[in-house]
């Protein structure tokens, strides 16, 4: 439209200004004064792959700012193609892929990793709020559910993560843990081994009442985010693992502001200190009041501990 005024324009003046002149003339210089203000343009590109781009296609400008946010493309969920966790028995291991992962217009998307450490004695099946749509949409992802019948390995654990990393469209950037008891001491037993053996670095971990294990690299503790929870009514030893857990992150970032809040569940009253670097929480502990050692599941009902999860990448830090 712009361009058909523009013209319009160019028409009527040259028309009002070349009386006088043979209509040849007069058409040749009209022709070359359109075509050279149309030289002088930038028009967009259309490319062959655009024009046969599908009707459920993610526009171009669906790019992730925020990495937590969620999923605001035009994509399109069908619940017969939900994902399911599918039973690895050999490695005895549950995974599941990211909803769409195989669509043509997501060949070229890597995806978070998240791993869940069970606690001692599990049957070590996937949590359920790692499979509601709802958060699958959200967060699409690899969701990784080893399982161990004793103690956790972390060789054989690094292997698996080596594996997955090497088989699938894994964003490097994006890899997170989880662990309840056994499984959160296992938390940062496993980041400080993977450190040391492949200077792998997780981007977050939430660790839910771990039994030991205070302390973790320097360079984990720079730039992996860690939110820790526990039970004022637990056992005593858990209690200080894991407040010693936070305490420790809380000496290395002991220049940054500490802020308290209220835990928003009311069946569950607790409190909240994060340690802020700008508008990153990057260091979280919860302790919650009237809890024991029981705290695997319901501290995932505040919707903001996934979405806080999910929100962080090395490339934050």
Request: charged share 25%.
């Amino acid at each position: 439209m712009i361009l058909r005024n523009y013209t319009e324009g160019i028409v009527k003046h040259n028309l009002i200004n070349l009386k006088g002149l043979n209509i040849m003339k007069a058409k040749l210089l009209i022709f070359f004064s359109i075509l050279a203000f149309s030289c002088s343009c930038e028009f967009p590109e259309i490319t062959k792959s655009e024009m046969e781009e599908s009707e459920d296609m993610p526009a171009e400008t669906d790019k992730f700012e925020d990495p937590g946010a969620p999923v605001e493309m035009n994509e399109v969920f069908i619940s017969e193609n939900k994902p399911v966790f599918i039973h690895y028995a050999t490695d005895d291991f549950f995974l599941l892929k990211p909803w769409n992962y195989e669509k043509d217009y997501n060949s070229g998307r890597k995806y978070p990793l998240l791993a869940y450490l069970h606690g001692y004695g599990s049957d070590g099946l996937p949590p359920d709020y790692l499979q509601s749509e709802d958060f699958l949409m959200a967060h699409p992802s690899f969701i990784y559910v080893p399982h161990t019948a004793g103690s956790w390995d972390n060789s054989k654990l690094i292997e698996q993560f080596e594996d997955l990393k090497g088989t699938w469209r894994i964003d490097n950037n994006r890899v997170y843990l989880i662990g309840y008891s056994m499984g959160g001491s296992g938390s940062y037993s496993l980041a400080n081994s993977y450190y040391d053996q492949n200077r792998h670095l997780f981007a977050g971990i939430i660790r839910l009442a771990g039994m030991s294990q205070k302390d973790v690299r320097d360079a984990i503790a720079e730039k992996t985010s860690i939110w820790v929870h526990f039970g004022l009514q637990d056992d005593d030893s858990i209690i200080s693992a894991t407040g010693g857990a936070f305490d420790f992150l809380r000496d290395h970032f002991e220049s940054l502001p500490l802020v308290e809040n209220p835990v928003p569940l009311s069946d569950h009253q607790g409190t909240t200190y994060s340690i802020y670097r700008g508008e990153l929480d990057i260091v979280k502990k919860t302790e919650y009041d009237n809890e024991d050692h029981g705290i695997y599941r319901f501290p995932f009902d505040d919707p903001y501990l996934l979405q806080w999860l999910y929100s962080q990448s090395l490339l934050r830090r």
